[in-house]
């Protein structure tokens, strides 16, 4: 009986020892997720030299610093495997790495289907009743695909900047996806310059998401390629993962700006 008892105690070590590897691979491989390389981007898509005075504001106090993110189903959390792995869940993460002695709530109106328009309808209820100090708002996808007029999108665009501005925030405009698929079927160049163009006469900051996902696509960070839904849920929870590390570090050069600014 005692010699059974060892034998399947040294069974149990050693079956122990073989499911080792693969019980802890997942978080050996987040372990080794170093964002600092996974997520780079050429240098002149990782800062920015505007300024994003509102939040320095709050920082300097020290008082919460609101931001709230609107837009449409990519910000809404389609394609990530849950909510708590989108970019806006990830982000006051992000920035609590940045500014450790800070504290950030994000409060996410995004919603599928939503155009630059109906977006910007937010801004004087459901946004100015939370009084952020920054606004992300994404849009652009909704708008190529319905092929809403590009001079209606851009007068949006300014109206809902300065309608921001007016209520005390900093705006972070953010662009499209990249996918080779959506770019094949779907011309969004247009709506892509006319948001830069908006934020040339505004204060505002352009978020570049389209080409810091292009960028990962081609540098073989992101693959779209495979049919793997699984492989497609992790692709799309890093890419919300990278994009959410991004947003923290050029919402870090902005209020870094700020200060510059302040001294002048």
């Known amino acids: 009986m005692i010699g059974r008892r060892r034998r399947r105690r040294r069974f149990g070590i050693a079956l122990a020892a073989l499911l080792l590897p693969i019980l802890h691979g997942p978080a050996a491989s987040?372990?080794?997720?170093?964002?600092?390389t996974t997520c780079a981007v050429p240098e002149d898509l990782a800062t920015t030299e505007l300024p994003l005075a509102h939040v320095r504001a709050k920082l300097k106090v020290p008082e919460v610093v609101r931001i709230v993110v609107v837009g449409s189903g990519s910000s809404a959390g389609m394609g990530a495997s849950t909510q708590v792995n989108a970019y806006p869940a990830l982000l006051a993460g992000e920035l609590t790495k940045v500014f450790p002695n800070a504290k950030f709530e994000v409060t996410n109106l995004s919603k599928r289907g939503r155009s630059a328009s109906d977006m910007e309808a937010l801004f004087g209820t459901a946004v100015a009743a939370l009084h952020p100090a920054l606004v992300i708002w994404q849009t652009g996808t909704v708008d190529a695909v319905k092929g809403l007029d590009l001079a209606g999108f851009e007068q949006v665009l300014e109206v809902g900047i300065d309608k921001l501005r007016a209520l005390g925030a900093d705006v972070i405009l953010m662009n499209m996806q990249y996918s080779p698929h959506t770019t094949a079927a779907l011309d969004i160049t247009p709506y892509r310059d006319y948001m830069r163009w908006a934020i040339q006469s505004r204060t505002a900051i352009l978020f570049h998401r389209y080409s810091m996902m292009k960028y990962w696509v081609e540098a073989g960070v992101l693959d779209?390629?495979?049919?793997?839904?699984?492989?497609q849920a992790k692709n799309d929870d890093l890419a919300h993962s990278c994009l959410a590390y991004r947003l923290a570090r050029e919402i870090e050069s902005a209020v870094k700006a700020a200060e510059a600014e302040s001294t002048q």
């Open 30 to 36: 987040a372990e080794a997720f170093d964002p600092e």
């Open 224 to 231: 779209f390629s495979s049919p793997s839904k699984a492989d």
